[in-house]
């Protein structure tokens, strides 16, 4: 009887969350089975990523997830004041504390079987079991402490108001021991999953380039124009960029 063949999956690694309480049935994303092709062995990741939406569910979690993936470092976070997801109406929107789990948020959308249908159907629940599968709970970017997000060299923001937020952020805190610089980018996007879809590779893209530099702060000026002008030539992409130190 010949031998079955054998299936190996292979996974990224990522840091175990001990306090995560999972959606039952909840997976975190996988590649195909399989051997991985050589090339996409990789040195770890030298530099740390933030990214950084307005609920830390949509445009940052996407990027989280495409750049651990990859390999990367990387923490995704909010500057919102509250957890806002789209409800029935644009009046009814359905608000949650930072700090709630995604589970519990998954959980009160399906309530009912009217809520699931509804939220399966504007894609918020995907959103939830995402967001379960990656890490317990959104996390509000100016409640962490300093030496928390001074670990970062490079913060990618998906809109310009939260870019705006977090440099400001940065300016306003005490500056930490070890003083260093912060890159924070801006890459405008649209707040649905098909464009958080989309900018999420634009990031890989881009971070991809920053990894690769000898000198970050040196280089970092002129690599990001040079990344917006090529990408100029498909999508109307805004791109900005500021240096904090913290």
Same mark, same amino acid.
């Given at each position: 009887?010949?031998? %079955?063949?054998?299936?190996?999956?292979?996974?990224?690694?990522?840091?175990?969350?001990?306090?995560?309480? !999972?959606? =039952?049935?909840?997976?975190?994303?996988?590649?195909? =089975?399989? !051997?991985?092709?050589?090339?996409?062995?990789?040195?770890?990741?030298?530099?740390?990523?933030?990214?950084?939406?307005?609920?830390?569910?949509?445009?940052?979690?996407?990027?989280?997830?495409?750049?651990?993936?990859?390999?990367?470092?990387?923490?995704?976070?909010?500057?919102?004041?509250?957890?806002?997801?789209?409800?029935?109406?644009?009046?009814? =929107?359905?608000?949650?504390? !930072?700090?709630?789990?995604?589970?519990?948020?998954?959980?009160?959308?399906?309530?009912?079987?009217?809520?699931?249908?509804?939220?399966?159907?504007?894609?918020?629940?995907?959103?939830?079991?995402?967001?379960?599968?990656?890490?317990?709970?959104?996390?509000?970017?100016?409640?962490? =402490?300093?030496?928390?997000?001074?670990?970062?060299?490079?913060?990618?923001? !998906?809109?310009?108001?939260?870019?705006?937020?977090?440099?400001?952020?940065?300016?306003?805190?005490?500056?930490?021991?070890?003083? %260093?610089?912060?890159?924070?980018?801006?890459?405008?996007?649209?707040?649905?999953?098909?464009?958080?879809?989309?900018?999420?590779?634009?990031? &890989?893209? &881009?971070?991809?380039?920053?990894?690769?530099?000898?000198?970050?702060?040196?280089?970092?000026?002129?690599?990001?124009?040079?990344?917006?002008?090529?990408?100029?030539?498909?999508?109307?992409? %805004?791109?900005?960029?500021?240096?904090?130190?913290?």
């Amino acid at each position: 009887m010949p031998a %079955k063949p054998l299936h190996l999956r292979h996974h990224h690694h990522t840091t175990p969350n001990n306090n995560q309480s !999972f959606v =039952p049935g909840l997976h975190r994303p996988s590649t195909p =089975p399989g !051997f991985p092709p050589a090339t996409s062995r990789r040195t770890p990741s030298k530099l740390s990523f933030g990214t950084v939406c307005s609920s830390n569910i949509n445009r940052s979690m996407e990027a989280h997830v495409v750049l651990s993936n990859a390999g990367m470092r990387v923490e995704s976070y909010g500057t919102g004041t509250q957890v806002r997801l789209p409800g029935k109406s644009a009046m009814e =929107p359905r608000i949650f504390k !930072f700090g709630t789990p995604y589970a519990e948020m998954y959980r009160s959308l399906s309530a009912t079987p009217e809520d699931e249908a509804f939220f399966v159907h504007n894609g918020v629940l995907q959103l939830c079991k995402r967001g379960a599968s990656v890490k317990l709970a959104p996390q509000r970017w100016q409640d962490m =402490p300093s030496s928390f997000v001074q670990k970062h060299d490079v913060v990618i923001a !998906f809109e310009e108001r939260i870019y705006d937020a977090v440099v400001e952020d940065l300016q306003t805190r005490e500056p930490t021991e070890d003083f %260093k610089a912060l890159h924070v980018i801006c890459l405008d996007t649209k707040d649905n999953p098909h464009e958080a879809k989309l900018q999420g590779r634009v990031a &890989l893209e &881009l971070c991809w380039l920053l990894e690769q530099t000898h000198d970050l702060d040196a280089e970092a000026p002129e690599l990001i124009e040079r990344f917006q002008e090529e990408q100029m030539t498909h999508t109307n992409i %805004k791109v900005l960029h500021q240096i904090c130190y913290l």
